[in-house]
């Protein structure tokens, strides 16, 4: 599994690998907006196609960030490809995202954790402190209705 950071705002997209200490989020080199932190299975849409971005940033932005939505019989669904049909999952599977946050949340504070048992350095620092700055959002995000 591999994970990307999106800037909404210049549709960039910025591979993180696999490796959690080269995890970060933070703002976009080009334009400093706070860039959101998505699932692998996230497929950027082409910079000039501005539906499909349309679409994608509403989904992100409501939480939604490509992990796996499944439904009542527990198969992947897929997710939707217009603004109406993202409104309608939104809807849907607003309880299911709260679950997800928490498994993040628990993700999250289990790599902060485990950088804590490493050896004291700079970069373990910055990283621990950009988990904590993501535990703290999603903390955040869980309260919006
Ligand atoms: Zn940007």
Same mark, same amino acid.
């Given at each position: 599994m591999g994970f990307k950071n999106v800037c909404l705002s210049c549709k960039r997209v910025e591979s993180l690998g696999t490796d959690p200490s080269q995890f970060r989020t933070g703002? %976009?080199? @080009? %334009?400093s907006a706070q860039m959101f932190f998505v699932n692998h299975k996230f497929r950027p849409p082409k910079a000039t196609d501005e539906k499909s971005w349309a679409v994608a940033a509403y989904l992100i932005s409501h939480g939604?960030?490509?992990y796996t939505i499944r439904d009542e019989q527990g198969l992947a669904v897929a997710y939707p490809t217009t603004l109406a049909d993202a409104e309608k999952f939104v809807a849907k599977y607003a309880a299911q995202r709260s679950q997800q946050i928490a498994r993040r949340k628990h993700d999250l504070e289990k790599q902060i954790a485990d950088l804590r048992q490493?050896? @004291?350095n700079d970069s373990r620092d910055r990283l621990i402190c950009d988990l904590n700055e993501q535990l703290l959002r999603l903390t955040q995000s869980a309260t919006v209705p």
């Amino acid at each position: 599994m591999g994970f990307k950071n999106v800037c909404l705002s210049c549709k960039r997209v910025e591979s993180l690998g696999t490796d959690p200490s080269q995890f970060r989020t933070g703002h %976009c080199p @080009q %334009c400093s907006a706070q860039m959101f932190f998505v699932n692998h299975k996230f497929r950027p849409p082409k910079a000039t196609d501005e539906k499909s971005w349309a679409v994608a940033a509403y989904l992100i932005s409501h939480g939604f960030s490509y992990y796996t939505i499944r439904d009542e019989q527990g198969l992947a669904v897929a997710y939707p490809t217009t603004l109406a049909d993202a409104e309608k999952f939104v809807a849907k599977y607003a309880a299911q995202r709260s679950q997800q946050i928490a498994r993040r949340k628990h993700d999250l504070e289990k790599q902060i954790a485990d950088l804590r048992q490493r050896t @004291q350095n700079d970069s373990r620092d910055r990283l621990i402190c950009d988990l904590n700055e993501q535990l703290l959002r999603l903390t955040q995000s869980a309260t919006v209705p």
